[in-house]
Nanobody, 128 residues
Framework: VHLVQSGGGMVQSGGSLRLSCAAPRLITSTFWNSVMGWYRQAPGKERELVAS???????DYADFVRGRFTISRNSSRKILYLQMNGLKPEDTAVYYC????????WGQGTQVTVAGGWGQGTQVTVAA
């Protein structure tokens, strides 16, 4: 399954981004009758499910994004979306869309970077 992602980039903490995932080679009915989802993978961490949408259009979210992210799809255009609001630095990751029908496939990945939050700290010592 050929999936093409777009969107993403860098945003300040509290900002918004929208990711898109197009499936231009699928027929509309195949696109509609599938389970699709968004996953993310941060450096050094495993890939995790962010949100999914069922064949009937029911959406489900991971607790860490519920109330901030919205998954949707436009079946006539064959595009899956992820609207991300209230972004936090811990949302920084590469985001992947996934299609699960008769066949399955992954998008190429899109980097999302959320700036802000605290630095790691720097020790300053003044000698007497």
């Amino acid at each position: 399954v050929h999936l093409v992602q777009s969107g993403g980039g860098m945003v300040q903490s509290g900002g918004s981004l929208r990711l898109s995932c197009a499936a231009p080679r699928l027929i509309t009915s195949t696109f509609w009758n599938s389970v699709m989802g968004w996953y993310r993978q941060a450096p050094g961490k495993e890939r995790e499910l962010v949100a999914s949408i069922s064949r009937g259009g029911a959406a489900d979210y991971a607790d860490f994004v519920r109330g901030r992210f919205t998954i949707s799809r436009n079946s006539s255009r064959k595009i899956l979306y992820l609207q991300m609001n209230g972004l936090k630095p811990e949302d920084t990751a590469v985001y992947y869309c996934h299609f699960q029908g008769t066949d399955s496939g992954w998008g190429q990945g899109t980097q999302v970077t959320v700036a802000g939050g605290w630095g790691q700290g720097t020790q300053v010592t003044v000698a007497a």
